[in-house]
Structure formats: C-alpha cells, structure tokens
C-alpha cells in the first residue's frame, strides 16, 4: 500500500555514528605496523599518520561541498559522472566493484576474524583457516542485517561506534599514564633519517588513510539524509576532528608501551599492546577491536550498496540493482551482490598485499572526484552552494593524491599494475557494452530477451521492484 523508495531515516547523530563507525576500525588496529615499516621511524610515521589526518580533513570538507552541490546519492561515483562524465564515471564503478570495495571489505573481515580468535589462541596465533571463517561468518551476518532494515544497520552502527570509541580509550589511557611517569625512552632518536627510504612514503600513506577512510561515507546516503545541506558539513567536521585525535593519541600509546621493533614484529598490535599494558583486559580489547571491524563492515556494505544503487538508476549497471524490496525498503539485489567477490578474496588474500592493491585505484578516482568540484565550479558559477571550501583545498588535495598514487609505482610495481589493469580493463567493457545500451537501459543489448527474462525472473525471487518516486 506504501510508495517503495528509500526513506530519509539517517539523522545527523546517525551520520556522525556512520562516519566515526566507518573510519574507526581495522585500520588504526592494523596500519600502525604499515605506517612504520614503510616510514621508517617513529617520528616520521607520527607525522604520517598527522599528514593524513590533514589530508582527509581536506578530502571530507570537498565532498562536504559536493554533497551539497549534487543531491543524488552514489558518493564518487555520482560526483565524476556529473562533473567529468560516464567514462571515467564506469571506470571508477567497475575498479570499485572488482578491486577496490571486495578487497577493502576483505581486510576489515580478516582483521574482524583475527581479533576474534586471538584471546582462544593467545599467545599463539590463530589458525589461518579458523580466521577466515570467522571473517565470512562476521561479513555474512551485517549482509543479512543490511538486506533486512536500513534503520536496525543505522541503530547498530551508533552502537558499534561507541564501542569504537571505549576500544580508543582502553588503548590511549594506559599509554598516557606511562608518558606522564617518564616513560620517553621509546622516543629517543624518534627522527632517524638513515631508516626513511623516500619511495616507500606513498605506502605508508596508503596505510595511513587506510585508517582514516570512511570520511567520505555520508556522500553514499545523501538522499537518505535528514537536511543533508546542514548535516553533511557538521557531521564530517566533527567527525573527523574526533578521529584525529583519537589516532595521534592511540599511536603516542602504541609507541609508549610497545616500542618500535615491537610494533613491527607484532601481528596484532592492539593485542600485542594489552598483553603488555593490561594484562587484566587481554580477553576484552580484542573483542571491542572485533566488534568495531564489524561495524566498519557494516558502514561498507550500507554505503557501497547505494553506488550500485545510483549506477542501475543512471543505465551504467543491470537495472536490477535499481530496485528495492518490497516490505524492507532495502536496496535488496545491491546488498546481496557483494557476497562472492569478498568470499574469495578472504580466502585467498593477505591484509598488506589487498591494501596495497585497492589503494591505488581508491585514491586515483579520489583525486578524481575533487578535481571534478573544481571543474562544476567553473561550469556553474551560479549555482549557490550552502557549504563552499578554498579553493586552494579542493586543488592541493587533488595534486596530492594524484602524486602519491604515480610514486606509488616506484613503491610497489607488481600490486599497483594489477590495480592500473583492473581500471583499464572497463575501457572495452564500456564501449561494447555500456555506451551502446544507456538509452535503452537494457544490459545485454545483443540478448535483450534474455535480458528482460532474467530480470524478471529475479524480482520475483527477491520480491523487489524499481522505485516509484525519487528524492533528490
């Protein structure tokens, strides 16, 4: 009896929650060994993971801008098709469906898995074997969850992100109390400039903003947003203050109890930390770290299903991915499309080869989209924007991420080729394919009945229908 669209049930407490669900999880559990192999020192990898703080805050108040200049949801993807056009708009979408989202979704999994298993097995490490299954079991969980309400994956997010939040405080106090006693001998001789290696900095930014990624979350649920042009703006700003400062303080800590060689020898460090520093806590904090993976999996499958969402709608994607259950009000087909992508690379994948594999592509249609807010500005001098930043932030932060990722193939040729692969390989996708069929919307333009028939034959199974009205 109801219109079937998808409501506008994200409030600014929820987008907050999203933003710090999405940002504080694996990352800052798994990159601290990343950011220091790869920086070399302490010091530098201090100012590394500052530098990236910098960056992201940068990169978030531009897609705050573009938030509020396109009302369609889609995040980086709707940003380059409205600003640069469909080519590099496909490009991104098919890079983001075969490299970057299933890895990205299979390291927050493994280290969800990991940190679960760890006070079973501690001190020895947890079977590989044991760690993916629980890794798929935990991503399967938030997939039913997403494909069943958006308002309970919203609720649990708020959840999850003050439990993120309490697994900060856990690991921050203890190493503040110890730097207050004198404890700075892990500090001496923090700058040592005969360990930075300058080619393998990209790398360690890659694991920096790896940490910091999720800044640009709300931009993927921008029609579902309650006022989007106030909140988008004060949930990022915030938001991303909070975790600046949660991760500078958190890696004081690390450094405090740990020291470097330890860092880099461990396979957890939070656990390595707690083992350390809270003996009496060794079984809670890994599973407070666990429990913020899954709500960064949560954030990821909520968001990423509304990319696949926007693309059907705009004719880049199989119009079955348009359409939305009929009692749920989920974007039902795109939430579920995921699952064997993400099965296999946590089968098969390690943690710092995926990151170095997805982040080049991630961060080359990052610089993208932002080089795109200078390109609408041009177009359209006229159109009133009720956020608008510098523009010196939306220029510096498009040459930087362009910068690091061409540096990138002096650091790591063979993950950065596959990735440049991956990209190009949509070239001829797009134009046998996409480019003949986006005025007919019709995916399979040389079979169209078998087409129509095989969609059809979907909604039924999956009870969902295109939606009726749009609100953008």
Same mark, same amino acid.
């Given at each position: 009896d109801e219109a079937v669209f998808l409501r506008k049930k994200i409030t600014l407490l929820r987008a907050f929650s999203l933003l710090i669900g999405s940002m504080v999880g694996s990352g800052i559990f798994i990159s601290p060994k990343g950011v220091l192999k790869n920086s070399g020192s302490v010091g530098f990898s201090l100012v590394v993971w500052f530098a990236c703080g910098l960056l992201s805050m940068s990169g978030a108040l531009c897609y705050a801008e573009l938030g509020t200049r396109i009302t369609?949801?889609?995040?980086? /993807?709707?940003?380059?098709?409205?600003?640069? *056009?469909?080519?590099?708009s496909f490009l991104f979408l098919w890079a983001e469906f075969f490299a970057i989202r299933p890895a990205n979704s299979a390291v927050v999994s493994l280290a969800f898995g990991r940190y679960m298993l760890e006070p079973f097995f501690a001190p020895c490490a947890a079977p590989v074997p044991a760690v993916k299954l629980v890794s798929l079991l935990g991503y399967y969980m938030v997939l039913t969850l997403n494909s069943w309400s958006v308002t309970w994956s919203a609720r649990l997010q708020m959840a999850l992100s003050l439990v993120k939040l309490l697994a900060l405080a856990l690991i921050i106090v203890p190493g503040m109390m110890l730097l207050a006693q004198g404890h700075t001998e892990n500090f001496q001789d923090a700058f040592d400039r005969q360990s930075l290696v300058l080619d393998k900095l990209p790398l360690a930014? /890659?694991?920096?903003?790896?940490?910091?990624? *999720?800044?640009?979350?709300?931009?993927?649920?921008?029609e579902e947003l309650v006022r989007p042009e106030r909140n988008i703006p004060l949930a990022v700003i915030v938001s991303v203050i909070t975790v600046i400062v949660g991760y500078m303080l958190t890696n004081v800590s690390y450094y405090t109890v740990l020291g470097r060689q330890d860092v880099l020898a461990s396979p957890a460090v939070a656990v390595s930390f707690v083992q350390r520093a809270f003996k009496s806590l060794i079984s809670v904090v890994p599973v407070l770290v666990a429990l913020s993976c899954f709500g960064t999996m949560n954030g990821?499958?909520?968001?990423?299903?509304?990319?696949?969402?926007?693309?059907?709608?705009?004719?880049?994607?199989?119009?079955?991915?348009?359409?939305?259950?009929?009692r749920r009000h989920t974007p039902l087909p795109s939430v579920m499309l995921m699952f064997p992508l993400v099965t296999a690379m946590v089968c098969v994948g390690d943690i710092y080869h995926l990151l170095n594999f997805f982040s080049f592509s991630r961060w080359l249609f990052i610089g993208l989209a932002t080089l795109g807010l200078i390109v609408h500005r041009h177009r359209h001098p006229e159109l009133h924007s009720p956020f608008k930043v510098p523009l010196f932030v939306p220029v510096s932060f498009t040459i930087i991420c362009l910068f690091t990722v061409a540096m990138s193939f002096y650091s790591d040729p063979v993950s950065i080729s596959i990735g440049c692969m991956v990209v190009l390989s949509g070239f001829p996708v797009y134009y046998l394919i996409i480019h003949r069929q986006m005025s007919s919307l019709n995916f399979l333009p040389f079979f169209p009945p078998l087409s129509d028939y095989l969609t059809h034959k979907l909604q039924l199974l999956l009870e969902v229908v295109p939606q009726e009205i749009k609100t953008y």
């Open positions: 369609k949801s889609g995040g980086h /993807y709707i940003y380059i098709l409205e600003t640069l *056009g469909p080519l590099p930014f /890659y694991a920096g903003m790896f940490a910091y990624s *999720g800044w640009f979350q709300t931009s993927f649920v921008r990821g499958i909520l968001t990423f299903s509304r990319t696949l969402f926007v693309a059907s709608r705009e004719g880049q994607w199989p119009p079955l991915f348009s359409m939305i259950h009929i």
